[in-house]
């Protein structure tokens, strides 16, 4: 029986590993090219819509304060108006919607913002190559989300309160005035 001799090349670990951290870069960088690509096509659709949602927000705000006057218009126009009592309702419906106008152009900045801050801590998380870091990034983006809620409802409950008191207040006055009215009659 012969023996065969097999060749066996000596492989340098040293070697192996280095060309499998190169594979791991180089596909990282494919990543994170791939996002940032995908990031910036998604922040400028994304900020397009938003410059479209709040011009037809404004838009439409006008065009209901327009309608407003228009019906107002109509009704004083009629026999059935009383200025005394239309007058506050008019004042509360102006001010109901100077407010709720406030209010929803701080609704569309505070998530406009939230958006944007996701889309920087996400291009901060596929930039970053250590993977407790990427925790931190996460964990900062965390709390201080929660912590912006948080004040966002607080500003938001104080913009509502303040509504709430603006609208109700011209009723009270007419109230008061009816009372008064009332009590000299009586």
């Known amino acids: 029986m012969t023996k065969k001799t097999t060749a066996t090349a000596a492989i340098d670990p040293t070697e192996v590993t280095k060309e499998i951290e190169d594979m791991v870069v180089a596909g990282r960088k494919s990543l994170q090219d791939a996002f940032a690509t995908s990031a910036e096509a998604a922040e400028k659709a994304f ?3 938003t410059e479209t949602f709040k011009t037809n927000y404004e838009k439409a705000v006008a065009e209901g304060k327009s309608g407003f006057e228009k019906v107002v218009k109509t009704f004083e126009d009629s026999q059935f ?4 009592n239309s007058e506050a309702f008019v004042k509360a419906s102006n001010s109901a919607a100077e407010k709720s106008e406030k209010i929803g152009a701080a ?20 930039e970053t190559e250590d993977v407790s870091k990427i925790v931190e990034i996460q964990s900062e983006f ?5 912590q912006t809620y948080v004040a966002e409802a607080n500003k938001l409950n104080s913009m509502v309160v303040e509504a709430t008191k603006s609208v109700l207040e011209p009723f009270g006055a007419q109230y ?9 009659q009586a």
């Open 47 to 49: 900020k397009s819509n």
């Open 81 to 84: 108006y009383d200025k005394n």
């Open 107 to 126: 609704l569309i900045d505070f998530n406009t913002d939230r958006v944007q801050e996701a889309f920087n801590v996400a291009r901060s998380i596929a």
């Open 142 to 146: 965390a709390r201080t989300s929660a």
């Open 176 to 184: 008061a005035a009816s009372l008064d009215m009332f009590s000299k």
